[in-house]
């Protein structure tokens, strides 16, 4: 008798274990879930949209489209310097000699240049493209330099094609707003960033009259740091000094 009293003691008793623990589990496992449909970005297909982007949606924001490499003198106007203050973007990057820098949607490696200079004799300097074009220009300016200080990478729509981490800071400059696969794309860009390193997204500001861009290849401070945050960048600062753009800081873990 004792020893059947003893048996249903111990059954109901895991039984309660096993209810707590599946209470346990059903709620972290609803947790997680709420967090991550409340704050997870996601691909929308188009069936119509903006004539100046793709059929194709991120974070409710429509990608654009890419400037084509035929675009390249645009890059390189006199005036940029002047309109864009390119000068006074290099400086608000704080580089330093010896830092590894990558340049992601390099284009002409007219920045790649002015940033290198403040990054030598030691620094070295990444430049990525998905241009096939613009890939050739940057090798042609490689060769001007000692051998590794100016590396050379052709990005697809999904990765940058960089080692793992080995930048110091990875910067895009008018460049994030028209990449087909953002979200796969920073993740992968952010594995090529050591912890710690920073990553860097200059946009034409949204919204400022002033800033004479089309409106798909804008955005909104508010914007960036959303689908930053999205992947697990930490938000530092802004610096909005610039005529025409944001310069938006961020960490990786």
Excluded at 148 to 163: G, S
């Amino acid at each position: 008798m004792r020893a059947t009293q003893t048996f249903k003691n111990t059954h109901w008793l895991l039984l309660l274990v096993a209810a707590i623990f599946t209470a346990i589990t059903t709620r972290e496992a609803h947790s997680e879930s709420a967090v991550s449909t409340n704050t997870q970005c996601e691909y929308v297909t188009l069936k119509t949209g903006h004539p100046d982007g793709i059929l194709k949606q991120y974070c409710n924001r429509q990608i654009a489209k890419v400037m084509g490499w035929q675009g390249a003198s645009w890059l390189d106007r006199a005036e940029r310097e002047t309109e864009e203050r390119t000068d006074q973007l290099i400086d608000i990057l704080n580089l330093k000699p010896g830092m590894i820098v990558g340049d992601i949607g390099a284009g002409t490696g007219r920045l790649s240049m002015l940033m290198l200079d403040r990054i030598k004799p030691n620094g070295q300097m990444w430049t990525v493209d998905v241009q096939a074009e613009m890939v050739g220009r940057l090798k042609e300016i490689a060769q001007k330099y000692p051998k590794h200080q100016f590396e050379v990478k052709q990005a697809t729509a999904l990765t940058p094609n960089l080692p793992s981490a080995v930048l110091d800071m990875a910067i895009m400059v008018d460049v994030y707003h028209e990449l087909e696969f953002p979200r796969e794309f920073l993740e992968a860009l952010a594995l090529s960033v050591k912890p710690g390193g920073s990553i860097v997204f200059v946009e034409y500001r949204a919204g400022d009259p002033k800033v004479p861009i089309k409106r798909l290849h804008t955005m909104t401070v508010a914007q960036i740091k959303k689908e930053a945050s999205d992947v697990g960048l930490v938000f530092e600062k802004v610096v909005s000094d610039l005529p025409w753009q944001d310069v938006v800081f961020f960490h990786k873990p």
